[in-house]
């Protein structure tokens, strides 16, 4: 069924079975309540016209509810509603979802010897076969009529789907045609995600309030071995079959042949149809098996289309939120591999880098605000290329200065080298930074710079309407305390980095310094490169 979900806000969420409606509005006695003035009492309607299909209705005159940022109002009639639009009502975010987990159980009996496994690739071109020559004329004509009938209804699901990207929805509409067509009295469409069973999306009954529509069950050994060895399986009469070992509930709820076909994509298998009959007298023909794995094979093409148009939309999303913070590696990565990025909060060992314009107060008090802008501007754009560069992370912009980090959201081996490197490569940019604010009559800077390394806790943190990606901890304090201590053009890392250094920078004699809130005073070094900034290092 439908579901209305709110991604903003309380993040409630409203199913919408068949036939029902969702009164959207201010008023009390509306389903969904928005609680703002700037909506009306009875604003809009959400309807649901059958299992696939949903409309917005009812919309009062002059409101204005956004599908997919376009304005719908009552002059534009009641639009269509698709899993995974999005309904904007003033600041309230909607999102049309697809909430079907039916309740169904798995048997583990074992399956035997005499249990048809075909190649699931082969479907639909089974399907296609000549029929058998010992059969009568009218048996052919029935079964080419069948086959013909059948045909149409992958036609009209390739059509329906092509622009379905739910994978629920998708396998709903694929249990509706195998209900139509084949004679089962259970079909049920299982997904494969993060659980050790392929997950229930879609379950259909030809006799829907009978009990054991309650809690189905399943053979988990048949749809693991369809899924494992990407067969179509199918057992005709599981009953007699005594290596079977039927369980008790089983055999209660009188499941006499069963049949298994998985949907098999390029990226490998995403699920299955399972299919059983309870009666006794009738079975699965070879038919009905073509029929499943052909659904099967055409329910597997619109998934693995609607898990690429997923990936591209997840891949653009990561792309607009980070580019301007995260190098393009880490980038691909977090698209490519979004569970190594644990957002809740984790302690990783980092090195952050602080960085800040010297002599900066001094100089906003005297140059006009857009100066200002501009001189940040061109800053800013240089040191975040060196950044990226060097596999770094720009976590945030802090006035004149920013934020570093490297080894969040992944570490790697030489991440202290690649800070310290990015620090020299700062302020060697300089020389060609104020080359460029020299060019808009703006004055030269110089840049001071802290790093440090060691464990700190990274993660989301703020508030619910507004987190950011940083990290918190001792670590990053003392770089920024340490950056303070920066000479204009000086680049000063404490003992804890340069234990990572291994040998790699030339570093003048350490000292030490007291940090506030740090009980034991820090090591420092200062790093000895060849400046273009004309700062001499000491």
């Known amino acids: 069924m439908f579901a209305i979900q709110e991604i903003s806000g309380l993040k409630r969420q409203w199913e919408l079975p068949e036939g029902r409606t969702l009164t959207i509005g201010r008023a009390p006695d ?21 299992r696939l299909r949903a409309e917005l209705s009812n919309v009062s005159h002059g409101n204005i509810v956004l599908i997919n940022e376009q304005p719908v109002s009552v002059e534009t009639g009641n639009p269509a509603l698709r899993v995974g639009d999005q309904l904007k009502i003033v600041s309230t975010l909607f999102r049309v979802n697809w909430n079907a987990e039916p309740p169904l159980s798995y048997t583990d009996e074992p399956l035997s010897m005499s249990t048809s496994m075909i190649p699931a690739e082969s479907g639909v071109s089974r399907l296609l076969m000549t029929t058998s020559s010992q059969r009568t004329k009218d048996d052919e004509i029935k079964e080419l009529r069948r086959k013909a009938e059948m045909l149409a209804q992958l036609c009209e699901m390739s059509a329906a789907l092509a622009s379905d990207f739910d994978a629920g929805s ?13 004679p089962a009295d259970c079909c049920a469409a299982l997904l494969i995600d993060e659980g050790e069973d392929p997950r229930p999306v879609s379950l259909r009954f030809r006799q829907p309030n009978t009990p054991n529509s309650q809690q189905p069950l399943i053979s988990r050994t048949a749809v693991r071995t369809a899924i494992e060895k990407r067969v179509m399986l199918s057992s005709h009469d599981v009953m007699k079959d005594v290596n079977l070992n039927v369980s008790q509930s089983a055999v209660m709820q009188g499941i006499r042949s069963l049949a298994c076909a998985p949907l098999v994509g390029r990226d490998g298998v995403y699920g299955a149809l399972y299919i059983d009959r309870r009666d ?17 094979a055409q329910a597997a093409t619109a998934v693995e289309a609607a898990r690429s148009h997923e990936r591209a939309q997840r891949e653009a999303l990561a792309r607009a939120a980070f580019a301007r913070f995260m190098p393009e590696h880490i980038i691909k990565e977090l698209v490519e591999n979004p569970q190594k990025f644990q957002l ?10 602080f960085c800040d314009v010297r002599g900066f107060a001094k100089l906003s008090h005297r140059a006009r605000p857009e100066t200002i802008v501009d001189l940040l501007n061109i800053l800013f754009t240089e040191m975040a290329a060196e950044i990226f560069q060097n596999q770094g992370t720009l976590n945030k912009y802090l006035g004149d200065g920013l934020m570093a980090l490297f080894g969040a959201p992944l570490e790697g081996e030489t991440d202290a080298v690649n800070a310290v490197t990015t620090a020299i490569g700062m302020q060697r940019r300089i020389t060609e930074v104020n080359a460029q604010l020299a060019a808009k009559n703006l004055p030269a800077v110089t840049l001071g710079i802290g790093i440090n390394t060691g464990e700190a806790t990274v993660g989301c943190i703020g508030a619910e309407q507004r987190s950011e990606y940083t990290a918190i901890g001792d670590t990053i304090n003392i770089a920024s305390r340490i950056e303070n201590q920066a000479k204009p053009g000086q680049v000063l890392v404490t003992e804890a980095t340069v234990k990572e250094l291994g040998g790699k920078f030339p570093l003048s004699e350490p000292w030490s310094v007291e940090v506030k809130n740090i009980d034991e005073p820090v090591q420092i070094y200062s790093v000895l490169y060849e400046a273009d900034t004309g700062v001499a290092q000491t």
């Not at 006794?280 to 099967?296: G, I, K, P, S, Y």
């Open 344 to 353: 809740g909060g984790t302690n990783k060992h980092v090195t952050a880098l």
């Open 280 to 296: 006794a007298l009738e079975t699965f023909t070879e038919v009905d098996t073509q029929l499943l794995a052909a659904v099967a």
């Open 30 to 50: 509306n389903d969904i309540r928005i609680d703002d003035l700037r909506v009306s009492r009875h604003h809009a309607v959400i309807r649901s016209i059958s």
């Open 170 to 182: 998708i396998l709903d509409y694929a249990t509706g045609v195998v209900m139509r067509t084949i």
